[in-house]
């Protein structure tokens, strides 16, 4: 295998598909429903879906090894490329609760997925993304100081990443897909949560590691 080619392998780390972002989660509108989850990994936030009370949990994971392990905890798991697999037919909705966490940026065609799974979602249901922030200032003083992005195995740089969203083109994608937008919240941690009190969010921009967007058709 070339090193161009190695580069946009997906790790076989199984930690890579087992967050469960229970503080995503725990932002979702309640009552759940039933949910679908793009993205599943190994069914780490499909645990915390079912402990927020979600009705049944249909997943789509990439990885088969880690779709293997979501079977034991989601009713449902599709094994392939979630583009594939939802413009091909393979889910019957409708769904009352999407999720995509850390996906967006992986696709070739975000805006076609999004444009595609809205008719698979019931009036009124809601979808949730997180997407790493463009404009983290790390990406800044690298850029500027070091010279280099820094690609990385996983994380903010994660080398498999092929799309990239600051606050404005996330929000702008979904509603350009239909969506509306109900609340964009940042993902700030550790003493960056000090700094963006103290600026009253005015360094928010710079300093939130990902954008959560809870929209709904």
Known sequence: MSDASRAFQVTDDPAYYANARADLVARLPRPLGRVLDVGCGAGGVGRSLRAAGAEEIVGIELNADAAARAREVLDLVLAGDAETLVTGGELTGPF????????????????ALLATLRPLVAPGGRVHVSVPNARHFSLLRDLILR???????????????????????????????????????????????????????????????????????
Not at 96 to 111: K, M, N, S
């Open 96 to 111: 009352d609760t999407v999720v995509l966490y850390d996906v967006l940026e992986h696709l070739v065609d975000p805006a």
């Open 147 to 217: 010279g280099t992005f820094g690609y990385t195995d996983w994380g903010h740089r994660d080398r498999t990443h092929l799309r990239w969203f600051t606050r404005r083109d996330i929000v702008a994608l979904l509603r350009d897909d239909g969506w509306h937008v109900d609340d964009v919240v940042p993902s700030i941690m550790g003493r960056n949560q000090l700094v963006d009190r103290a600026t009253f969010g005015r360094t928010r921009e710079f300093i939130a590691l990902q954008w959560q967007v809870l929209a709904h058709r």
